[in-house]
């Protein structure tokens, strides 16, 4: 597995990291067996997967329990991120969706994070993280200057709480925002190659300013894992909802694109998760892109894994860049 550097941070983190969103079972992904989850876990650092991410709001608090179980007694050998901002056992905040009968709020005042970094540390079962990340921005109806929200993860920082500071869900201006309030070492933004909107809005701002573009959903929550047909029957969470891809009448053009990339999958003796994983991580200036899958089953990571050591032609690259233009 390829590693990389985080930003100014001086951490070294495997180039594909794992996410833990479906770890955290729910409406949004459907039951996770947590057994399952653990060894999925394990067996990532087995591979060189050493990035693992989390959040409170990934199952309301499970998926940061189960993480924090699979790290007992091996802490030190991940790079482990958490997230804040989102809060469902408070009342003030932003809304930003109900579900399951529960209010979920966005709310990045510093007082409130103080509460949510000793929570996330607890179910964690850690007492320091190595990336912590304000998962969404505040919106006008609760306003925080992201001065004030960086100043205390800074102050948290030099308490040894935390490493390095990320920040998620932006616009170009609250990234320079929080660029020019601190010190931002990583943007965790929706991006794969059948959405590249993130490109154009980030890519050149992460090269000025030594900041690394981890890419969330890269593989389109499943959607180009080489798994769907046209004929196959999806089942529905909220979190699949949400891609567009997955409507029925989508299904036969990444099927198509699966078949169409059939000789490149034999050229680098490849699947075609691994060709998604490898053209993201391909992205960027000067290595600066961390292709965050998520994953809960050991074959998913053990699938993905390969994708960080694999290191596509720039013919190649450019290809499926305009096979993937071809169709979103
Ligand atoms: N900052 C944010 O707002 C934000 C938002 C979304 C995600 N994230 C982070 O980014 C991570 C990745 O994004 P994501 O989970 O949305 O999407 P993703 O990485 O595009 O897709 C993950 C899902 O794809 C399926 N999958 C993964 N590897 C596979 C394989 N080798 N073969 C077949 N299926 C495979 C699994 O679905 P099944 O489990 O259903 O099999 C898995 O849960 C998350 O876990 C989370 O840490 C952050």
């Known amino acids: 597995m390829r590693s990389m550097k985080i930003g100014k941070s001086g951490i070294e983190a495997s180039v594909v990291g794992l996410g833990a969103w479906a770890i955290g079972g729910d409406s949004q992904w459907g039951a996770s067996d947590d057994t399952q989850s653990i060894r999925t876990i394990h067996r990532a650092r087995e591979l060189g997967v050493t990035l693992l991410d989390t959040a409170p709001a990934y199952g309301l608090g499970h998926s940061e329990e189960v993480v924090g179980r699979a790290l007992l007694g091996r802490r030190g050998d991940y790079v482990l991120s958490s997230k804040c901002g989102i809060r469902w056992d408070i009342k003030e905040g932003a809304l930003l969706m109900e579900r399951d009968g529960v209010r979920i709020v966005r709310n990045s005042r510093p007082e409130r994070l103080a509460e949510e970094i000793e929570m996330s540390l607890r179910r964690l079962q850690t007492d320091y993280l190595d990336i912590y990340i304000v998962h969404w921005q505040a919106l006008p109806e609760f306003p925080c200057p992201i001065a004030e929200t960086m100043g205390f993860l800074t102050d948290l920082k030099k308490q040894g709480k935390i490493r390095a500071i990320g920040a998620s869900n932006l616009t170009p201006g609250q990234f320079i925002e929080y660029a020019d309030a601190g010190q931002l070492d990583l943007i965790q933004e929706k991006y794969s190659l059948l959405d590249r909107a993130a490109e154009d ?110 290191v596509l032609d720039a013919v190649d690259l450019a290809s499926m860049r305009k096979d993937a233009e071809a169709i979103s």
């Open 201 to 310: 809005r980030f890519f050149d701002l992460c090269a000025q300013r030594e900041v690394t573009f981890q890419a969330y959903s890269p593989l389109e929550r499943g959607m180009l894992t080489g798994k769907i047909t046209a004929d196959t029957t999806v089942a529905m969470t909220l979190a699949k909802s949400r891609i567009k891809w997955f409507l029925p009448e989508n299904l036969p053009k990444i099927a198509a694109l699966g078949d169409h990339w059939a000789p490149l999958c034999r050229k680098y003796q490849c699947t075609m998760t691994q060709l998604v994983i490898a053209w993201t991580a391909a992205q960027g200036t000067g290595s600066n892109v961390n292709a965050l899958c998520g994953a809960r089953k050991p074959h998913q990571i053990e699938e993905n894994a390969k994708g960080g050591e694999l």
